[in-house]
């Protein structure tokens, strides 16, 4: 069965730095999608980026960006200058995309404090 | 705003009472997920509806019951409330799953407190 795995429930990071937050998964698929998902006190669900397994090149948006390592199932969030606003809980997720089911699996999260 | 909507934001009931919440997904998009949140917790997959059909179960208690409306809306009814059923519940949709890269949407959740 597949299994996401967020090692880090807490991480803090000063205002303007650059954090990176962990997430494995363990998947016998060769084919599937990752997301990161921000969750902030309003616990509004907020997409903030996505993976394709298929695509070498690491997705990046704006100031987020994943080191995605295929071959040892990791896929990291990194946030570069880091903004007040970026504190919350961030979900790795995974997606498997075969026809029968269409399953979303959330690690447990991690939660960001940003440090002024 | 991510076009999801749920209502109600917030319920209060008793125990042993039934409560119905509603989700109308993104326009466009056919496939509905329920999700459970308790506090300080990860999300829990509860059910996926696709096009009126259920698709997929997760861990949903006997007294859970979903299902999704022609129009594409879906209601998720709990019964029997416990204390434990406290939690914030998700509604996500996303396009046909067949496509390559379809992301969820949530919905801005509903907070159910039983008492």
């Known amino acids: 069965a597949q299994t996401v795995t967020q090692s880090q429930p807490e991480m803090s990071v000063q205002e303007a730095e650059t954090v990176t937050l962990s997430c494995t998964y363990d998947?016998?698929?060769?084919?599937?999608?990752l997301f990161w998902y921000k969750q902030p006190p309003s616990r509004q669900m907020i997409l903030v980026i996505r993976?394709?397994?298929?695509?070498?090149q690491n997705a990046t948006e704006n100031r987020f960006s994943v080191n995605f390592q295929k071959a040892a199932k990791s896929f990291s969030l990194k946030i570069s200058d880091s903004q007040l606003g970026d504190a919350a809980m961030y979900f790795c997720a995974y997606r498997t995309p075969t026809s029968g089911t269409y399953k979303y699996i959330f690690g447990t999260g991690t939660r960001l404090k940003v440090l002024a | 705003d991510s076009g999801v909507t749920q209502t109600p934001k917030h319920l209060i009931t008793a125990t042993g009472q039934r409560v119905t919440l509603r989700c109308s997904p993104r326009?466009?998009?056919?496939?509905v997920y329920w999700y459970q949140q308790s506090l300080d917790q990860g999300l829990q997959f509860l059910i996926q509806y696709y096009n009126g059909e259920e698709r997929a179960k997760g861990n949903i208690l006997e007294r859970f019951s979903a299902q999704q409306f022609p129009d594409l809306h879906s209601e998720l009814n709990l019964s029997s409330l416990e204390l434990g059923d406290s939690a914030l519940y998700f509604c996500?949709?996303?396009?046909?799953?067949?496509?390559?890269?379809?992301?969820?949407?949530f919905g801005n959740g509903t907070r159910l407190t039983v008492t």
């Open positions: 993976q394709e397994a298929y695509k070498q």
């Open positions: 998947t016998s698929e060769s084919d599937y999608y």
């Open positions: 326009s466009g998009d056919l496939s």
């Open positions: 996500a949709s996303s396009v046909d799953p067949t496509g390559r890269n379809s992301p969820l949407h």
